[in-house]
T-cell receptor, first 113, second 115 residues
Framework: AQSVAQPEDQVNVAEGNPLTVKCTYS??????LFWYVQYPNRGLQFLLK??????LVKGSYGFEAEFNKSQTSFHLKKPSALVSDSALYFC???????????FGKGTMLLVSP | DAGVTQSPTHLIKTRGQQVTLRCSPK?????VSWYQQALGQGPQFIFQ???????QRGNFPDRFSGHQFPNYSSELNVNALLLGDSALYLC??????????????FGPGTRLTVT
């Protein structure tokens, strides 16, 4: 069975500093990986995905993610954090056959002014 | 272009009651998936509907059932509500093509509270 782990419950970073939110995965076969963001009382918003190709994936709002097959990781990054980036971030892996997703438990990102 | 819509926004029910949640997919999408997000947890897959049939199901009891209509909208029904069913219920739509690589688009969710 596929699974996703987000080892950090919370990440704190100062505005303007780079941020990293960690994710590791376990799948059989090729991984299809996603990052979503959730703001309070809102649904999930898609940030980016890795299907194949370049290991560095660029997404919405200046976010990017680095796929590392040997370490089975898919860490979310941003060069310069904004206070408005403060939210709950979820990493997810897609089922091989259909489009259902298995999510991690989420990481709260807090960006201080 | 309307995104995924869900109704109602909030709902309060009593243990043992039944509830129906509704979802309209994003324009052009024909597949609807339902997820349960308990407080402090990531969303968990309940089931997926495509061509009016349940195509895949997660680890949820039979008290959870669904339906998809010809216009691709969907309902989630939960019978005999338990306190543990209190959660945010998320609907996501996508293209139903086999092996489709399109990401899922999520609605704002329905917050269900069972007392």
């Amino acid at each position: 069975a596929q699974s996703v782990a987000q080892p950090e419950d919370q990440v704190n970073v100062a505005e303007g500093n780079p941020l990293t939110v960690k994710c590791t995965y376990s799948v059989s076969g090729n991984p299809y990986l996603f990052w979503y963001v959730q703001y309070p009382n809102r649904g999930l918003q898609f940030l980016l995905k890795y299907i194949t190709g370049d290991n560095l994936v660029k997404g919405s709002y200046g976010f990017e993610a680095e796929f590392n097959k040997s370490q089975t990781s898919f860490h979310l990054k941003k060069p310069s954090a904004l206070v408005s980036d403060s939210a709950l971030y979820f990493c997810a892996v897609r089922d091989a056959g259909y489009s259902t997703l298995t999510f991690g438990k989420g990481t709260m990102l807090l960006v201080s002014p | 272009d309307a995104g995924v819509t869900q109704s109602p926004t909030h709902l309060i029910k009593t243990r043992g009651q039944q509830v129906t949640l509704r979802c309209s997919p994003k324009s052009g999408h024909d597949t609807v998936s339902w997820y349960q997000q308990a407080l402090g947890q990531g969303p968990q897959f309940i089931f997926q509907y495509y061509e009016e049939e349940e195509r895949q199901r997660g680890n949820f009891p039979d008290r959870f059932s669904g339906h998809q209509f010809p216009n691709y909208s969907s309902e989630l029904n939960v019978n005999a509500l338990l306190l543990g069913d209190s959660a945010l219920y998320l609907c996501a739509s996508s293209s139903g093509l086999a092996g489709s690589l399109y990401e899922q688009y999520f609605g704002p969710g329905t917050r269900l509270t069972v007392t």
